[in-house]
């Protein structure tokens, strides 16, 4: 079977990212044939400094490489790299109809916080849509937030199948049974465009600094308090193992304790949990041909798969 999955690079890379999907890429490359890349195209529409973006571009790349993204098993390379990509969105966009992009929630949630929207994130899943067609996909990780575009992308594909005959393969969405939802500082879905995001690296001091700082209720330390309600512990289980979960979980029903207390286990499991990721991520930034090889070598193995699907849609509406 085959994985695809991409990560904008509109920032660095957080622990809702690693949740949410980039650990379903380690877990499912030893299993299925990748593809995953990395989004610059999708970030254009937030990212307008190019020399910002191709640094995030790079530690996008040393990220997952560093968290066990193996370039053996596995395509790795940058959505423009491809340009079959965006011939292929253009077919897709002809063939999509206004009704089905204004009922994506994604670009109504954004506007209701105030956010810019733009026409290239109102078209977003059609594009979303061609990274998938283009490699013939057949299994998608996503977070739960994308299983709506996953369904947009069937529904394009299935439509363009009717007008023009069977072109594209209809792939289908695999989200994880928990943890693809991870709140971020505030408390809300930890998200870069919320700003409330924990970075799976950088200065230890400082991240856990942002831990310390982590929203949290009034409510008094004597107080019992219930786990499955608290966004702190929902951090913390994402890192500690089980017996380490029920000890936490008997604490909050106990009461007796600060935030504080929470907060401070929760910087230093995420630490424990990355170590072994900071010191590679660490040993490539040394490395960086190897880095920038890859990402060539990935390209050309996508742009090989890539250009048989869009010939294959161009013959079949007819501009080949």
């Known amino acids: 079977m085959r994985v695809l999955s991409g990560i904008q690079p509109t920032g660095r890379p957080h622990w809702g990212n690693f949740f949410g999907a980039i650990r379903q890429y380690i877990d499912l490359q030893d299993e299925h044939e990748g593809f995953y890349f990395i989004a610059d195209l999708h970030a254009l529409t937030t990212v307008r400094d190019p020399e910002l973006l191709r640094s995030y571009v790079l530690d996008a790349a040393l990220d997952l490489l560093a968290l066990g993204l193996d370039p053996t098993k596995a395509t790795m390379f940058v959505q423009s790299y491809v340009p079959e990509v965006s011939e292929l969105n253009w077919l897709l966009l002809s063939n999509a109809s206004m009704g089905l992009l204004e009922r994506c929630t994604a670009f109504k949630e954004k506007k209701e916080r105030g956010l810019a929207a733009n026409a290239g994130l109102f078209t977003y899943p059609v594009l979303m849509t061609a990274d ?28 363009f199948n009717h007008a023009y005959g069977e072109t594209f393969v209809l792939p289908k969405a695999k989200t994880l049974d928990h943890g693809a939802k991870v709140p971020g500082t505030d408390g809300q879905k930890m998200s870069k465009s919320y700003d409330n995001t924990l970075p799976l690296f950088g200065d230890v001091k400082k991240i856990r600094k942002q831990i310390m700082r982590i929203t949290t209720d009034s409510r008094a330390m004597e107080d019992p308090k219930d786990p499955e309600d608290d966004h702190l512990f929902d951090l913390y289980r994402l890192f500690a193992d089980q017996p380490s979960i029920d000890q936490m979980a008997a604490m909050y029903r106990r009461g007796g304790f600060g935030y504080g207390e929470v907060k401070k286990a929760v910087a230093e499991a995420s630490e424990q949990y990355f ?29 090989e798969v890539a250009g048989e699907v869009l010939s294959r849609a161009q013959k079949a509406c007819g501009v080949r």
């Open 132 to 159: 998938i067609l283009v490699y013939d996909s057949q299994i998608v990780p996503v977070g739960a937030d994308q299983i709506q575009h996953i369904e947009v992308c069937r529904d394009l594909a299935s439509s």
């Open 275 to 303: 170590a072994g990721a900071r010191e590679k991520r660490s040993d490539l930034e040394k490395n960086l041909d190897y880095v920038h090889q890859t990402l060539r070598d990935g390209a050309d193995r996508a742009r």
